[in-house]
């Protein structure tokens, strides 16, 4: 059965520092997106791809966040520099296609801490 | 704006119980999605269920069953039988299907199926 992928699982890093995560989508899904989900709460829309185009990123933080997908494939998702409260789960997710009615299937996650 | 609501932050229920996890929703479209995802300890969400704003037939599928009220913005989900595998965390999330077709997630509910 086909699966979104990430990396790292988990990451330590100091603040300040530059940290980045990586995420191939299900072979074919169009859309892409990265959401944070901070311990104790509900996942939270970053960026919203669809094929290499951004479609909705006003929850980035985009003094610090960047987010591209430059083939429309796989996407990289970067912090810099790190600050204490972006300690969260970041997860990716694809669909077939953007809008309500596409199921987004997610991956596993990539956990960072920032010390 | 919309908005979701899942105001059980734990539960803890033994074995072979049943057990309904709110969700109440706020939207000012007429027309929207409705999903639960479960969330294991492992922390991929997986998918559970996706209702549209028209179809306010029930739904069962095996020991997990919905019942979704549009007259109390309410989509609660019960287990039917719990097991020692139901426990996990638990979402409800809301899309809009014309003004922002990101998932919205509650903050979720922790179940603990206790053996």
């Known amino acids: 059965e086909a699966e979104v992928a990430q990396s790292p699982r988990y990451k330590i890093t100091e603040k300040s520092q530059a940290v980045a995560f990586w995420c191939d989508p299900i072979s074919g899904h169009a859309t892409l997106y990265w959401y944070r989900q901070i311990l104790g709460q509900g996942p939270e829309l970053l960026v919203q791809f669809q094929d290499e185009s951004v479609v909705d990123d006003s929850q980035l933080p985009k003094d610090r966040f960047s987010a591209e997908r430059l083939k429309g494939v796989d996407s990289t998702l970067k912090i810099q520099p790190a600050e204490l409260g972006d300690s969260a789960m970041y997860l990716c997710?694809?669909?077939?296609?953007?809008?309500?009615?596409?199921?987004?299937?997610f991956g596993p996650g990539t956990r960072l801490t920032v010390t | 704006a919309q908005k979701v609501t899942q105001a059980q932050t734990e539960i803890s229920v033994v074995e072979k119980e049943d057990v309904t996890l709110d969700c109440v929703y706020e939207?000012?479209?007429?027309?929207?999605?409705l999903f639960w995802y479960k969330q294991p300890p492992s922390g991929e969400l997986v998918f559970l269920i996706r209702?549209?704003?028209?179809?306010?037939q029930n739904e069962i599928s095996g020991r997990y069953s919905w019942n979704f009220q549009k007259s109390t913005s309410s989509f609660n989900f019960t287990i039917t039988a719990s097991q020692v595998v139901d426990s996990a965390v638990y979402f409800c999330?809301?899309?809009?299907?014309?003004?922002?077709?990101?998932?919205?997630f509650g903050q979720g509910t922790r179940l603990t199926i206790n053996p």
């Open positions: 999330a809301l899309s809009e299907l014309v003004r922002a077709q990101k998932l919205v």
């Open positions: 939207t000012r479209d007429t027309t929207y999605y």
């Open positions: 209702r549209n704003s028209f179809d306010e």
């Open positions: 997710a694809s669909s077939l296609m953007g809008g309500s009615s596409y199921e987004q299937y």
